[in-house]
């Protein structure tokens, strides 16, 4: 079946480092992908998601690249910062489901100053 | 900016008894979702519900498990006996569209149950 890993964490970074968290799928079809993050003591919240090969979804600076040759939607960042800490979700919504995400296991971005 | 709201944020109940937790979805949306996340593991889908039935569940969603929209705003999930492994953050999600399979799901802030 479908399914979504994503790398290990923790992730421990300085404030301005670069950051990749990498996320790769396993789908039958077309699926839509999408990334999430939790902020401490938060719900989920949409980052970015990309619909199709080669999209490209972007919001408050992260990015990533919807790659259906690698199967893979890393995540990049730039520069991170302190308020970037939170726990980051890749998930998949199949092109043949009703409508649930699957979801990979979360990998924990700390940034510190 | 319209959002989904959950209530209680935290329960905490003995095993056996029966709860309900609660969620308010985006007014306008048609598709509504509910989510688990055991402590350390993956957010799992439970099941979808969409024009007052149930769309798909998940091997989880089983007979202990109910959902109901009890009037034009609520969403509720009922688990009628619960036992220690139901212990999970439950999220609430809801969507405008869905079987289109396309349409970005809005999640709640999550319900923390403890079942002692």
């Known amino acids: 079946g479908d399914s979504v890993t994503q790398m290990e964490g923790p992730v421990t970074l300085s404030e301005e480092a670069f950051l990749t968290i990498n996320c790769t799928y396993t789908a039958t079809g077309y699926p839509s992908l999408f990334w999430y993050v939790q902020y401490p003591g938060e719900g989920l919240q949409l980052l970015l998601k990309a619909t199709k090969a080669d999209d490209k979804g972007s919001n408050k600076g992260f990015e990533a690249t919807y790659r259906k040759e690698t199967t893979s939607f890393h995540l990049e960042k730039g520069s991170v910062q302190v308020s970037d800490s939170a726990v980051y979700f890749c998930a998949l919504l199949g092109g043949g489901s009703q409508g649930n995400l699957i979801f990979g296991k979360g990998t924990k971005l700390s940034v510190k100053p | 900016e319209p959002e989904v709201t959950q209530t209680p944020s935290h329960q905490v109940t003995q095993m056996g008894q029966e709860v309900i937790l609660r969620c308010v979805p985006i007014s306008n949306h048609l598709y509504f979702y509910w989510y688990r996340q055991i402590l350390g593991q993956k957010v799992e889908f439970l099941v979808s519900f969409y024009n007052n039935e149930i769309s798909e569940k998940s091997e989880i969603f089983d007979d202990q498990f109910s959902v109901e929209r009890p009037d034009g705003s609520n969403f509720t999930l009922k688990i009628r006996s619960t036992k220690l492994e139901d212990s999970a953050m439950y999220f609430c999600?809801?969507?405008?569209?869905?079987?289109?399979?396309?349409?970005?799901?809005?999640f709640g802030p999550g319900t923390r149950l403890l079942v002692l």
């Open positions: 999600a809801s969507s405008e569209y869905g079987l289109a399979g396309q349409e970005t799901q809005y």
